[in-house]
């Protein structure tokens, strides 16, 4: 397996009241606003991420994700990650440093899903936040709401998920950990990694291209998800559903929406993954535990909203 894609870095989400968002991502979820942009984006990050930012907020007249990004080892491997890409036949679009405040050049394509990913190198550290690189204590006492951790990764649906896992998995060095699977085999999710992570990017088979589901955080228990649902109720957040667990992933979760009507999720628990791990399969008749193990069965908002 190929190795050098490290972790998710960042993920641009398109907002349709920059001010509203700000409120929800940061005083309610509690990341932490980092910087802003002459172009008007909000930079924000989760308290236990090194890089400066992990989550870009972008005002538009749409809501959804614009693009995810992937961070590399360096940037010797950059360039070679990008030569695989060309040589697969995809086609890239290189952006300089900078386009990104404080981030380095940036490697982006086109998923067959019509998704935009991007890799890079290169990001200014500013350290975990609230807390010391030396004899640190074991939380900033000043975060906000639900004091979530990281950006953790994204769930995206799409047409070609097939393309998609040999882009990933063939090309990217990503490992398929979990899978739901149709009589006749074919796949109708998958969830990769390229850590020690249950999953760091997953994608459910849908006929419409480039859907956001959600982009998910991670807590550091399911006390923490908990008062998250407390929070929601207190603000009036729209909640999708939870707390409840998975089956899939096994992690402990409630899912809610920002204001612009994209869906987030935290989430704490999970499992780990090696190499040698073979691919967990759950059949299609038992997506619904698969999903939410508790309740057995899927609402119609998890399967049809989306931005």
Not at 60 to 88: C, H, P
Request: proline content about 4%; glycine content about 8%; some cysteine.
């Amino acid at each position: 397996m190929k190795k050098g894609v490290m972790r998710p870095g960042h993920v641009q989400i398109r907002v349709l009241d920059l001010d509203e968002a700000v409120k929800h991502y940061a005083d309610l979820m509690g990341l932490i606003e980092m910087d802003r942009d002459d172009q008007g984006r909000v930079y924000l990050k989760g308290w236990t991420e090194v890089d400066k930012f992990s989550v870009v907020l972008r005002e538009a007249d749409e809501a959804g994700m614009d693009f995810m990004a992937f961070k590399v080892a360096d940037e010797a491997t950059l360039d070679s990650l990008a030569q695989d890409l060309r040589d697969y036949g995809l086609e890239l679009t290189e952006l300089p440093a900078g386009d990104l405040k404080d981030c380095g050049r940036r490697i982006q394509f086109t998923a067959p899903t019509g998704h935009h990913f991007e890799l890079f190198a290169t990001k200014e550290q500013t350290g975990k936040w609230g807390v010391s690189n030396r004899n640190p204590e074991a939380w900033p006492r000043d975060a906000k709401g639900m004091k979530a951790t990281r950006f953790d990764h994204c769930l995206l649906y799409g047409d070609d998920i097939d393309g998609v896992l040999d882009i990933f998995t063939n090309v990217l060095g990503f490992q398929l950990v979990e899978q739901v699977v149709e009589p006749d085999g074919n796949k109708i999710a998958i969830f990769m990694a390229c850590s020690m992570k249950e999953h760091d990017i997953a994608f459910i088979r849908q006929p419409m291209k480039d859907k956001f589901h959600h982009a998910s955080f991670f807590l550091e228990s399911w006390e923490d998800v908990l008062k998250a649902g407390d929070l929601l109720s207190m603000t009036d957040t729209p909640i999708d559903i939870g707390p409840t667990r998975h089956g899939l992933t096994h992690g402990t979760t409630i899912y809610f929406f920002d204001p612009s009507g994209n869906r987030c999720e935290v989430f704490s628990g999970g499992d780990y993954t090696y190499p040698d791990h073979p691919v967990i399969t759950w059949d299609a008749e038992q997506l619904g535990k698969a999903i939410f193990y508790h309740d057995r069965e899927l609402n119609e908002r998890f399967l049809t909203v989306v931005t």
